[in-house]
């Protein structure tokens, strides 16, 4: 299985705790491409994907099509997490640059990089 950033993956996340999402669903991979590939590297970072609309930065909305989602959908940034290249199942496809870019922005806000990668004048986390 090749993946690569932005790929739409599908991943089994239980057991999992409190309010971390849940069951086998979509998420995209936001990991360097090398540690990716590099096989010394078992993880990788994902984002795990939901239907539910989402306000502000933490939810970039997912159109389907390319990505192999069926229906809009919204990258859950706040529920970030590493996993095992094992729990992936499939690759479903990718995320346009575009929404790649807004899942970025998300993650910059969520881990407190936002001023360090666009300057003091970095958008506030909505």
Known sequence: MKLGRG?????????????????????VVVSDPDVISD??????CVVPVTGTPGEGLLY????PGQSGLTRESFALID??????????RRVFGEIAPDE??????GLAAFLGLADRLHGAGAPPVQ
């Open 7 to 27: 790929a739409v993956v599908v991943v089994e996340l239980d057991p999992t705790v409190g309010h971390e999402q849940q069951g086998v669903r979509p998420c």
């Open 39 to 44: 096989q010394r590297f078992h993880l990788v």
């Open 60 to 63: 970039p909305p997912l159109a």
């Open 79 to 88: 529920q970030l997490r590493s996993i095992d290249k094992r729990r992936i």
């Open 100 to 105: 790649l870019i807004a899942v970025d922005e």
